[in-house]
């Protein structure tokens, strides 16, 4: 089994700040690497998927990068809607989600 | 629209037998494989298999292998997951999800299409 780690596992920050999690695998997968957001109650939204391609209808701020064992999201300028828990997936083998970061306000 | 519906929450008792399900409508149900994505309360993703309901060739996470059942049925564009003997610590929200490409290939690139979560609470 391939493990992922997120680091942080909960972030505090403020509206229009940048905000970076990272997600690291146990060993490499290339660039299979996707990005979800969960707000409390929902069902998880898809936005980066390939490590770096943006779902349709997903903001610009949202921005993903690396390949191999370690990847990035990126939020550019956080906005209010955007308080909520992020998990990274990899789909290399099977499949295994990372513990989530959760983004709660400063 | 794309869309998966699940159906109702369910409230059971250790050692019972479940099966719920996970409609599509909108696109061509056999051309995306679907997953089953556990979440207890209060915890994170865990992904538990995935099916192609092309032909219901099936792959499993190993900490759920022999566990559950994932199946489908074509002909309606239903997925389905059971259990043959229900623990309480299957207590959780399940969603069903569909993978973003055509065919195996799609597994690839995350899930795009989710749908609502059934809960389900196992109490003697």
């Known amino acids: 089994d391939i493990q992922m780690t997120q680091s942080p596992s909960s972030l505090s920050a403020s509206v229009g700040d940048r905000v970076t999690i990272t997600c690291r695998a146990s060993?490499?997968?290339?660039?299979?690497l996707n990005w979800y957001q969960q707000k409390p109650g929902k069902a998880p939204k898809l936005l980066i998927y390939a490590a770096s391609s943006l779902q349709s209808g997903v903001p610009s701020r949202f921005s993903g990068s690396g390949s191999g064992t370690d990847f990035t999201l990126t939020i550019s300028s956080l906005q209010p809607e955007d308080f909520a828990t992020y998990y990274c997936?990899?789909?290399?083998?099977?499949?295994?989600f990372g513990g989530g970061t959760k983004v709660e306000i400063k | 629209e794309v869309q998966l519906v699940q159906s109702g929450a369910e409230v059971k008792k250790p050692g019972e037998s479940l099966r719920i399900s996970c409609k599509g409508s909108g696109y061509s149900f056999t051309s995306y494989w679907i997953s089953w994505v556990r979440q207890m309360p209060g915890k994170g993703l865990e992904w538990m298999g995935r099916?192609?309901?092309?032909?219901?060739?099936?792959n499993y996470s190993p900490s759920f292998q022999g566990h559950v059942t994932i199946s489908a049925d074509k002909s309606i564009s239903t997925a389905y997951l059971q259990w043959s003997s229900l623990k309480a610590s299957d207590t959780a929200m399940y969603y069903c999800a569909r993978h973003r490409g055509i065919a195996a290939a799609g597994t690839y690139y995350g899930m795009d299409v989710w749908g609502q979560g059934t809960t389900v609470t196992v109490s003697s």
């Open positions: 997936q990899q789909s290399y083998s099977t499949s295994q």
């Open positions: 099916i192609d309901p092309s032909d219901s060739y099936t």
């Open positions: 060993q490499s997968i290339s660039s299979y």
